[in-house]
Structures are given as C-alpha cells and as structure tokens.
C-alpha cells in the first residue's frame, strides 16, 4: 500500500501561483511513477502531469505546458506541481497518484494509489 497525502491548495486570484505538495508513506516511493490529475465540479477528472520514478521523464497535458511544472524528490517522498499564472479555469480538486508503470498515462483508471485531494479555488 502507498499512501498520498496532497496539501497546499487555497484560494488565489487569476495570475498568481501555488505549489502542491503530495507526501507519500508505505512502499518505496521511487518504485512508483508520480501523477497529478485534477477535477472541476462537474466535469470528469482529468489527467495534468505525470513524472517517472527517477524524475527523469516528465509528462503534460498540452494545455498546461509551460505553467505547470511536476518535479519530485526522493529522498523527501514527496512530488510537487509547481502552477504559475493560474485562471479561474485551473479551479479544481487535485489529485495526487501513483502508477508502477509510465504507460497508459492519460488514464486515471491506470493508477494504483490516490491521495484524498486538495482543493485549488481561483478567483477573477
């Protein structure tokens, strides 16, 4: 078992930046891809970034390409999302997930372990 616990969400407005934070407990933390996805009222969840177990690959939706930056350090077992120039439309539950294999990204259905969220409200 892994267990996530994301943290670092609030509330900002339009333009600022946030770091979310996601510390990992249980099983080897490096053994384990690292993902963010997110979640909007009503809406789907979807897939935001992902980075491999050595944080040598990273993976974004294209959408959040140059915003958003994943990076993870092992020694800490914690992996962080890095957002900058938030807009209303990045408001959201963020999610936090763990997968062994870096395939099949884009699926939340893939990933083995999840964190509880943390919400991420911003304001106009």
């Known amino acids: 078992q892994v267990q996530l616990v994301e943290s670092g969400g609030g509330l900002v407005q339009a333009g600022d930046s946030l770091r979310l934070s996601c510390a990992a407990s249980g099983r080897i933390f490096s053994n384990y891809n690292m993902g963010w996805f997110r979640q909007a009222q009503g809406k789907e969840r979807e897939f935001v970034s992902l980075?491999?177990?050595?944080?040598?690959?990273?993976s974004y939706i294209d959408s959040m390409k140059g915003r958003f930056t994943i990076s993870r350090d092992n020694a800490k077992n914690t992996v962080y999302l890095q957002m900058n120039n938030l807009s209303p439309e990045d408001t959201a539950v963020y999610y936090c997930a763990a997968k062994k294999y870096y395939s099949d990204i884009y699926s939340a259905a893939q990933y083995e372990y999840w964190g509880q969220g943390t919400q991420v409200i911003v304001s106009s």
């Open positions: 980075i491999s177990k050595s944080g040598g690959a990273r």
